[in-house]
């Protein structure tokens, strides 16, 4: 090949350039799609309606062979091939258009749903993935962790009982905590509570919940309530949402007695020459991060003040047991402290 | 059921009782218990910590007018001092090891009957890869690593990061990564083994991978002369000194815009995984210990470098020498390597004696210079040099100049060399203290293979649209 022409050699690595970005680009990439069709065998599929029957008779909904045509991206020919199949296999029951679990297909997808929420711990606790990324890895992983492998991963992470959104995780022999509270748009105005579970699903309103910054585990105070927004204060911030997007918060409310932290608000909104008490740090500081924290002595009841401003702004460095211990926004936004005077 | 199996889920059903946040619970309670136990025994001497001279010079050093004057004029008196005082003992080193004792070996050899073969192989090619990394790697290191360790231990360097720290958040990088990067400006290895104080993981790995892309000692000195020749010749020789000098500084510049993207990159793709936590400490300051940071900068830096680079610059002078002497069909394998590498050099707008100068010198990149001129007479058969495999300078950079000239040098030629000198492999040294960091062989393929590629891509383009501008 003559490579002499250099307009010619530009539109050849181009070109190349585009096949490569094609191939490989996140998500959609080829590269990425045939991988994923090569992993999509039978078991794959099975789990997948194993789990979408859970959820729906955990939300009381019965469920037809159509809302899984609809709700899955399988081709619908597999789809009934499948169902046939689990049925013979006696994990489903098909009673003309409707489908039910069988107590055997029910344990099959709590198993499911025990590595799901466990990998998620993991991806939280052990990893640095974006929280937008723990569901489609887990999603991912479900199909692959043994039962071996998932018992210890269990006992690494410390047999945990809640996933990073607050969904129980189910136990090796499917006992799950269970969730008190209800949806944010169903309290009244004035109702003082605790962020208790952040649904990841659907993603377009999980990645607005994770724009708004709100974390969980927080205490929130309703004081707006209608069609058309919801508006509360938590940690000293004013959140306001779509009604669609509060409906996936779920709040335990408190009584008056259990508020320890009303005047709560978050280091970042501290301001110089403020002093400042520390109250905790968020449960949205996970991890190592978290850890890191505490060994610097940000501890309950440690006196707190900004020392020093960085020029580009963003980091600040504050004075925390006679040291200087500088932290960007957002980290600052966990920790929570009770302004002094 | 025995009774051990009783007591085990006995306890699993306890622990499923005591609930979510337990584990928190007893952290902090240790931490506060710890807090506590201080307070009562711990007299501190003032009870608001931090003394006033120290929150006098933090005013001034992170303030938003001071600040980052301050950071580049002392960074810039730190590369001045390293690249002006290095010179003196250069050339004295140069002097002893490449003039006087080189002959001097040269001499004994024949006086012992070494066979030609013998003496080329030990002192052309050994004994002088070794003398050439010497006096090149060491002054500048001897001068800028103690520099750099005085600003560390008065505690400067810690604000650096703090007043740069948002730069590199937007780049998914942790602030001390501006300390790491300035320590390469000295040298890569030296560079990546100051990434251990950045404790969070993933910002260390990007450190690492990105050192590369601080113009380092070895490198400096090619930049500048090939700056010299071809730059400072196309605008009146009034301007020559300035354009050359602000050719290099702009190749400075663009490898820490290349480091700021590939960063960024990585942080988005390869590295995202890695567990990602910040902190930094603004330590109190204090009076450096002159002589005790000159010491340990010493060995501990200087020395541990300098042996590495020695360990690696001795095989690769035997195999300059081999390559350029060994004959294949009457042509040496330094010719038939040069010669298919040729269409591949030009694409790049290179040529093939750069490429197989790169290939071979890989131990350090001090000797590419002299490696080049030795094969650029090889394969032109001008008459310059010691002969085959016996890497030399010339004596002046207008000589440099001709001789590069007649092996068919151009303008495009030097701009991409200077952007290749910036973006190729790191040195073997720096390879090797790459895996020794990171205990990973994927970690290293990446920190090796990236910079080469990127070079490739960039000078390619460069050399396409060169060739539909200026030809």
């Known amino acids: ?154 006992v690494k992470l410390g047999n945990p009982i809640f996933d990073p959104h607050g969904d129980p995780i189910p136990s090796e022999l499917g006992n799950m905590a269970e969730i008190t509270g209800s949806s944010m748009v169903n309290l009244p105005v004035n109702t003082l509570g ?42 000293g911030e004013e959140f ?48 190592e991060s978290r850890r890191r924290l505490l060994d610097l002595g940000f501890v309950r009841g440690t006196p707190i003040q900004i020392d020093l401003v960085s020029p580009l702004s963003d980091t600040k460095a504050y004075l925390v047991k006679g040291s200087s211990i500088a932290l960007r926004t957002d980290q600052a936004a966990k920790v929570l402290i009770k302004k002094l005077g | 059921m025995s009774a051990a199996d009783k007591i085990i889920e006995m306890s699993n059903e ?3 009782r005591l609930g979510n946040e337990f584990h928190d619970e007893i952290t902090e309670g240790i931490y506060a218990d710890a807090h506590e136990i201080v307070a009562e025994t711990v007299t501190t001497d003032s009870r608001k910590g931090r003394n006033a001279a120290d929150i006098a010079i933090d005013k001034i050093v992170t303030s938003k007018i001071w600040g980052f004057p301050i950071m580049f004029l002392i960074l810039a008196i730190v590369l001045w001092i390293t690249i002006i005082g290095a010179n003196y003992p250069s050339s004295w080193l140069a002097s002893l090891l490449l003039d006087t004792i080189h002959p001097a070996l040269k001499d004994g050899a024949n006086y012992l009957n070494f066979p030609w073969w013998l003496s080329g192989f030990l002192i052309d ?26 600003l560390e231990d008065f505690g400067y360097l810690p604000r650096v990061a703090f007043n740069l720290d948002y730069l590199f958040k937007k780049a998914g990088a942790h602030g001390k990564q501006a300390l790491t990067m300035s320590m390469g400006f000295g040298c890569n290895a030296a560079g990546v083994v100051a990434t251990r104080i950045i404790d969070s993981p993933r910002e260390r790995l990007i450190a690492i991978i990105t050192n590369n892309f601080s113009l380092c000692n070895g490198r400096w000195p090619t930049q500048i002369l090939i700056a010299t020749i071809f730059i400072g010749a196309i605008v009146p020789s009034v301007f020559s000194g300035v354009a050359a000098v602000a050719a290099v500084i702009g190749i400075a510049v663009l490898g820490m815009g290349f480091m700021f993207f590939s960063s960024w990159a990585l942080s988005k793709t390869l590295l995202k995984g890695e567990v990602s936590t910040f902190n930094l400490e603004l330590p109190p300051y204090r009076p450096p210990r002159f002589w005790k940071t000159l010491y340990t900068s010493l060995i501990d830096r200087t020395l541990i470098v300098l042996w590495r680079a020695i360990v690696f610059a001795a095989p690769a002078g035997a195999v300059i020498w081999l390559i350029s002497n060994i004959d294949i069909d009457g042509y040496s394998i330094a010719y038939w390597m040069i010669h298919a590498l040729d269409g591949f050099g030009w694409l790049l707008g290179l040529n093939g004696v750069i ?78 203290t790459i895996y020794k960091e990171t205990k990973s062989f994927k970690w290293t393929t990446v920190a090796t293979l990236m910079p080469v590629f990127m070079g490739f891509v960039v000078t390619f383009l460069v050399a396409q649209l060169w060739r539909i501008f200026f030809q």
Request: net charge negative.
């Open chain 2, 14 to 16: 306890l622990r499923w």
């Open chain 1, 194 to 235: 605790k962020i208790v579970h952040i649904e990841d699903e659907p993603d377009v309103i999980y990645k607005q919940i994770l724009a708004e910054n709100i974390h969980i585990g927080s205490q929130i105070r309703i004081v707006e309530n209608t069609n058309k927004r919801v508006v509360f204060y938590s940690e």
């Open chain 1, 240 to 287: 306001i949402l779509a009604p669609i997007v509060a409906a996936n918060l779920t709040v335990e409310p408190l009584d008056a007695a259990s508020i320890l932290e009303e005047d709560a608000v978050r280091l970042s909104s501290l301001q110089q020459n403020e002093m400042a008490e520390i109250l905790g740090i968020s449960k949205e500081c996970r991890g």
């Open chain 2, 355 to 432: 490429l197989v100068a790169y290939i071979v010198a890989i131990p350090a990149n001090e000797i590419v210079i002299p490696t080049i001129l030795m094969l650029t007479v090889l394969v032109t058969g001008i008459h310059a040099g010691e002969g085959a495999g016996v890497m030399f300078e010339l004596g002046s950079a207008s000589e440099t100049g001709e001789l590069l000239s007649a092996g068919g040098w151009t303008l495009l030629t030097a701009i991409n060399l200077m952007l290749f000198s910036l973006l190729h492999n790191p040195c073997s040294t720096t390879i090797y």
């Open chain 2, 125 to 150: 090619g050994v004994y002088l890869a070794l003398a050439w990394v010497i006096s090149v790697m060491l002054p500048p290191m001897a001068i800028f690593f103690p520099l750099f360790t005085l």
């Open chain 1, 1 to 154: 090949m003559n490579l002499s022409n250099p307009i010619q050699n530009l539109l050849l690595f181009a070109a190349l350039a585009l096949f490569l970005y094609l191939f490989f680009r996140p998500v959609n990439g080829w590269y990425w799609i045939i991988k994923n069709n090569l992993n999509s065998n039978r078991k794959v599929v099975i789990e997948d309606l194993l789990k979408q029957l859970y959820t729906s008779e955990n939300a009381g909904t019965l469920i037809t062979t159509n809302d899984l045509t609809l709700r899955l991206k399988y081709k619908n020919h597999q789809i009934i091939e499948v169902l046939q199949e689990m049925a013979l296999t006696e994990l489903i029951v098909l009673a003309g258009d409707q489908i039910q679990l069988t107590p055997l297909g029910r344990e099959y997808a709590v198993k499911i749903v025990r590595v799901h929420r466990l990998w998620e711990k993991y991806l939280a606790e052990k990893t640095g993935f974006d929280k937008s990324e723990w569901h489609h890895r887990a999603e991912d992983m479900e199909h692959r962790l043994d039962h071996e492998a998932t018992n210890e991963l269990a």
